[in-house]
Nanobody
Framework: QVQLVEYGGGLVQAGGSLRLSCVAS????????MGWYRQAPGKQRELVAA???????NYGDSVKGRFTISRHNAENTVSLQMNSLKPEDTAVYYC???????????????WGRGTQVTVSS
C-alpha cells in the first residue's frame, strides 16, 4: 500500500505564493510520474503539473510561468511552488503518483486526500 501525505496549502492574497509538498511512503519499488491536480467547486479535476522520473515536466496552460514542480527522488517527495496566485487558482489540490509496488510489480495510480488552497482577491 502506498500513502501520500500533502503539506502546505492555506489562504493567501492574490499575487502571493504558496508551496505544496507531498511525501509518498509504503511499499514502493519505483515511482514513475508524480504530479498535482486540482478541483474547484463545480468543476472537473484538472492537471496542474506533473514530472516524470527523469525530470520532464508538464504544466496546465493556466499555470505555466507561475507554478514550478520539482521532485526529490531519494525522499519520494514532490513539491509545487505556486507564485503570482490568482483567485481562480482556488481549489483543492491533490497529489498523484504512479508507482510500482513489490506485491505485483505493476504500476498503479495513487492519490492524496487533498489540501485546500484559497486565494482571496
Amino acid at each position: 500500500q502506498v500513502q501520500l501525505v500533502e503539506y502546505g496549502g492555506g489562504l493567501v492574497q492574490a499575487g502571493g505564493s504558496l508551496r505544496l509538498s507531498c511525501v509518498a511512503s509504503g511499499s514502493i519499488v519505483i515511482i514513475n510520474s508524480m504530479g498535482w491536480y486540482r478541483q474547484a467547486p463545480g468543476k472537473q479535476r484538472e492537471l496542474v503539473a506533473a514530472i516524470s522520473s527523469g525530470g520532464i515536466t508538464n504544466y496546465g496552460d493556466s499555470v505555466k510561468g507561475r507554478f514550478t514542480i520539482s521532485r526529490h527522488n531519494a525522499e519520494n517527495t514532490v513539491s509545487l511552488q505556486m507564485n503570482s496566485l490568482k483567485p481562480e487558482d482556488t481549489a483543492v489540490y491533490y497529489c498523484n503518483v504512479d508507482a510500482v509496488i513489490p506485491m505485483t510489480m505493476k504500476n498503479y495510480d495513487y492519490w492524496g486526500r487533498g489540501t485546500q488552497v484559497t486565494v482571496s482577491s
